[in-house]
């Protein structure tokens, strides 16, 4: 083993085991998590695409599975039919893939697949997540082209919503062809703006002048009617509901901007604003489309994550075993479940007892035992043993289907943040046309013929340009930010929850802890050498598929025969012409079981192995970090009170709760808010769907599921924990900074006020104080590009 | 001055050309995926280039 260089794995970026296997590249061997990430890495190397690990931007690649998976019923027709599109040259097909995160992903994956034959066209986009392949069926089936995606990291899915996607395409396409025209159409009005700003000493001929301005008036029209209709939409809208917020305050200062400059057009009156106008359209434009594009980006990769697999199940019929596609089971179907497959629908056990991973339904790592007659349920992974079951309850009435139910329920009665900017622009909006009525009128009493001007100076220079682009500016810079540091923020008011959270829930398995079994200590009884055994250990897991045998990170040198499984007890089977066991104490060297994992021959133990889910290694630190922020730490799991008070003294957290249910957590985030507390939930399972819902702000992991990242408000796209404080730092300094520019660009306003009431603005002041105070509101808005506290 | 009358329809039509030939590209998809293409041009290929068929007419 070489000295690790780097403490994480150089594909994926995820921790290393004790004993990481290497592959070189560039002439340096580097580590590896796990033998998926090897063969995946030595492939890219062996392809000649080692350029991938220079093009990519941030370390992280997607970890690969050991076992690629097997795709052949996705050759199926029954299942290709609604997917497949036939054209000219052969079939087509597009398919959303977990794990692209950036363009060198999509350059791999489109280099990869090309070169496999038969393959006509690839069309990878890292915006979407979706890869389009199109290939020839003559010459290959589809199969291999998707297992040739998996073991890249690449886990290909049916794609779904394909109707939404294409609508976000468009929404997409329309707001960049909104952009464009107004680019196009604002410089434009600003170089005819520039004409009459040029004659400083007046000596422009009248019909000259206002020639230009109806030039400008034409070019600006669009660029406010097409391009800002989303803000003058916006404020239909607010004022519909009469709660008037931040789209009525950008559409109403553009457009005050525009008919105040229509308006000395017509009079022929002393200035004219309508470069203002486009300007403040084409910035705050360019704002809000930096900040939904962000957003959008990370959605429209999860939700359509919904492991659309083409699920198939084996139903026993009195004509012996057909597979038939999961929707096609009914109540009362008896349907076989094979080892390490999942549980199709919710059903009664028959025939024998068997062991079954519920984790993805409760949080629990262990598995369970059922009895016959037991109650199973959809999601859960058959361990060990094939299994029959009688279906009681499919699709949507299965407790999976419960769970995602509880989702949506939880989401609409989530508390809404009273948004603080939203609150300023309603008074400010109500308060600044209040004061130019009120100072028409006065006006109007004492010199009447200047009344209409000097109002219109009022709205103009207290045009509320500055305040608009204070929360626009200060987000779009916060959100880009965020995904540099990977988090993906998917809720509109993600930031702002973020940073009011003062209580943090944390989920134990698979956020604290790495979710997956790990070998923490091995060690050979007589004193020696333990790789050996450990050959001979893993190359009995590998054999056997067991779920534990990912603990075994190395490539197997041996490999074993007749392994058989004996269900919580361990694995048996022969290597190299010798008879061992693996397993408890009791099974392998007929021991007192200590929990620990023995190699023996069935009387003698040759070696102890201690199998875990480890915690994270930067948990500890987070949570730290997460307490120094002034956030309270909690555990809430579904897993067993020895393993969660164990987890908790490592990260140290004081207060946690064990066996939790889905619900018994949401019950719990309910009461804590009912005490005024804003809760921070973190977690990653299906069983914690609902509860980071129902949380005032959710957190997801990158490996979990989808339904958890479809909950969450930010997902996390590594594997580091300590992107937690440091997201919650940059929400807190987001707010701050969001307040210093709504406090100046309120100063700002409260001080030209007066001034122009009392008739002191000339037009050009008016225009330097809009364009100096935005400026002011944007360059802070700018800080928030720095990522505090990253080590990277 | 009276050059102003030729010129500005002038800037006028290209501003119009431009806007329509942008619309006209945002319709194509030419801005559906703005990181990916930016790396194809980096890596050389070894492999001979795929059948000679359009990659993706429309």
């Given at each position: 083993m070489n000295a690790a260089v780097d403490a994480t794995c150089f594909h994926c970026g995820d921790a290393l085991p004790a004993h990481p296997p290497t592959v070189a590249i560039d002439g340096a061997p580097r580590p590896m998590c796990c033998p998926g990430c090897g063969a995946a890495a030595q492939w890219i190397r062996d392809a000649g695409l080692g350029d991938y690990y220079r093009l990519r931007s941030d370390a992280d690649g997607a970890r690969v599975a050991a076992d690629a998976g097997d795709f052949l019923s996705w050759d199926r027709a029954d299942i290709q039919s609604g997917h497949v599109v036939s054209t000219p040259q052969g079939n087509e097909i597009t398919v959303v893939v977990e794990g692209m995160h950036c363009a060198?992903?999509?350059?791999?994956?489109?280099?990869?697949?090309?070169?496999?034959?038969?393959?006509?066209?690839?069309?990878?986009?890292?915006?979407?997540?979706?890869?389009?392949?199109?290939?020839?069926p003559a010459r290959t089936p589809l199969s291999p082209l998707l297992v040739r995606l998996a073991a890249l990291g690449y886990r290909p899915h049916l794609a779904q919503g394909e109707a939404a996607e294409r609508e976000r395409r468009r929404e997409r396409n329309r707001m960049i062809a909104r952009l464009g025209v107004a680019a196009l159409g604002a410089t434009q009005a600003m170089m005819f703006a520039e004409a009459l700003y040029l004659d400083t000493a007046r000596e422009m001929s009248v019909p000259t002048r206002d020639f230009f301005r109806w030039i400008t008036f034409l070019v600006s029209t669009p660029v406010v009617f097409f391009s800002g209709w989303p803000f003058i939409a916006g404020m239909v809208n607010e004022l519909r509901h009469r709660r008037p917020a931040m789209d009525t305050l950008v559409a109403s200062s553009v457009l005050l901007a525009y008919f105040a400059s229509l308006v000395e057009t017509l009079r022929g009156g002393l200035h004219v604003w309508f470069d203002a106008a486009v300007m403040?359209?084409?910035?705050?434009?360019?704002?809000?489309?930096?900040?939904?594009?962000?957003?959008?980006?990370?959605?429209?990769?999860?939700?359509?994550?919904?492991?659309?697999?083409?699920?198939?199940?084996?139903?026993?019929?009195?004509?012996?075993?057909?597979?038939?596609?999961?929707?096609?089971?009914?109540?009362?179907?008896?349907?076989?479940?094979?080892?390490?497959?999942?549980?199709?629908?919710?059903?009664?056990?028959?025939?024998?007892?068997?062991?079954?991973?519920?984790?993805?339904?409760?949080?629990?790592?262990?598995?369970?035992?059922?009895?016959?007659?037991?109650?199973?349920?959809?999601?859960?992974?058959?361990?060990e043993s094939v299994a029959r079951l009688r279906v009681q309850r499919t699709g949507s009435d299965t407790r999976l289907s419960q769970l995602t139910r509880a989702v949506e329920k939880a989401q609409a009665q989530r508390p809404r943040v009273a948004r603080l900017a939203d609150a300023v622009a309603t008074r400010f909006v109500t308060a600044l046309f209040v004061a130019a009525v009120l100072v028409f009128i006065a006006w109007w009493q004492v010199q009447p013929e200047r009344a209409f001007e000097v109002a219109l100076a009022v709205l103009?220079?207290?045009?509320?340009?500055?305040?608009?682009?204070?929360?626009?500016?200060?987000?779009?810079?916060?959100?880009?930010?965020?995904?540099?540091?990977?988090?993906?923020?998917?809720?509109?008011?993600a930031l702002e929850s973020l940073a009011k959270a003062d209580t943090v829930l944390?989920?134990?398995?698979?956020?604290?802890?790495?979710?997956?079994?790990?070998?923490?200590?091995?060690?050979?009884?007589?004193?020696?050498?333990?790789?050996?055994?450990?050959?001979?250990?893993?190359?009995?897991?590998?054999?056997?598929?067991?779920?534990?045998?990912?603990?075994?990170?190395?490539?197997?040198?041996?490999?074993?025969?007749?392994v058989r499984a004996f269900p919580g007890e361990g694995v048996a089977g022969e290597v190299d012409g010798r008879a061992w066991r693996l397993g408890r104490a009791g099974f392998a060297m007929q021991g007192p079981d200590d929990g620990a994992l023995w190699l023996g021959d069935g009387t003698?133990?040759?070696?102890?192995?201690?199998?875990?889910?480890?915690?994270?290694?930067?948990?500890?630190q987070a949570v730290a970090a997460l307490r120094a922020l002034g956030l309270a730490p909690r555990i809430l799991s579904g897993d067993g009170a020895d393993a969660v008070a164990a987890v908790a003294a490592a990260v140290g957290v004081a207060q946690?709760?064990?066996?939790?249910?889905?619900?018994?957590?949401?019950?719990?985030?309910?009461s804590m808010q009912a005490?005024?507390?804003?809760?921070?939930?973190?977690?990653?399972?299906?069983?914690?769907?609902?509860?980071?819902?129902g949380a005032d702000v959710s957190m997801a992991m990158a490996d979990g599921a989808p339904l958890a990242h479809r909950s969450a408000d930010l997902v996390l796209t590594g594997a580091s924990l300590m992107r937690v404080p440091q997201a919650v730092a940059l929400a807190r300094r987001s707010q701050r900074i969001i307040r210093q520019n709504l406090g100046w660009a309120l100063a700002y306003n409260l001080v030209a006020l007066p001034f122009a009431a009392m008739g002191w603005v000339t037009p050009g002041l008016a225009a330097l104080g809009m364009a100096a105070s935005s400026l002011v509101v944007t360059g802070n808005a700018l800080r928030l590009g720095r990522i505090e506290g990253h080590t990277a | 001055m009276n050059i102003l009358l030729a010129l500005i329809p002038?800037?006028?039509?290209?501003?119009?050309?431009?806007?329509?030939?942008?619309?006209?590209?945002v319709k194509r998809g030419q801005f559906d995926d703005l990181d990916t293409p930016p790396l194809d041009i980096l890596g050389d290929d070894e492999r001979p280039a795929p059948a000679p068929e359009k990659r993706d007419p429309d």
């Open positions: 060198a992903c999509a350059w791999l994956i489109d280099r990869a697949l090309l070169r496999e034959p038969g393959v006509l066209d690839v069309g990878a986009n890292a915006v979407t997540g979706r890869v389009r392949l199109g290939w020839d403040f359209v084409l910035f705050l434009l360019a704002a809000r489309f930096l900040e939904q594009m962000a957003r959008r980006q990370a959605s429209a990769r999860l939700d359509t994550l919904a492991r659309a697999q083409p699920a198939l199940a084996w139903r026993i019929t009195a004509a012996g075993r057909e597979q038939v596609p999961v929707v096609a089971l009914a109540v009362a179907d008896v349907v076989e479940v094979g080892a390490g497959a999942v549980v199709p629908a919710d059903g009664e056990l028959l025939d024998a007892p068997a062991s079954f991973d519920e984790s993805l339904l409760t949080g629990e790592s262990e598995p369970v035992s059922r009895q016959p007659g037991d109650a199973l349920y959809a999601g859960s992974l058959c361990r103009v220079v207290s045009c509320p340009c500055a305040l608009s682009l204070a929360v626009p500016a200060a987000l779009a810079t916060a959100h880009g930010t965020l995904a540099r540091m990977g988090v993906l923020a998917l809720g509109a008011d944390l989920d134990k398995t698979g956020t604290l802890t790495l979710g997956r079994p790990q070998l923490v200590d091995a060690h050979a009884i007589d004193g020696g050498d333990v790789t050996p055994w450990l050959d001979v250990a893993t190359a009995l897991e590998q054999g056997a598929g067991h779920p534990i045998a990912a603990a075994f990170a190395r490539t197997g040198l041996r490999s074993a025969e007749r003698r133990g040759v070696a102890r192995f201690t199998v875990a889910d480890t915690v994270r290694p930067d948990a500890a946690f709760q064990a066996r939790q249910t889905p619900e018994d957590k949401l019950a719990a985030v309910r005490q005024g507390h804003r809760v921070l939930m973190l977690g990653d399972g299906i069983n914690d769907a609902p509860v980071l819902a | 002038v800037s006028l039509a290209l501003l119009l050309l431009a806007i329509l030939a942008f619309l006209w590209a």
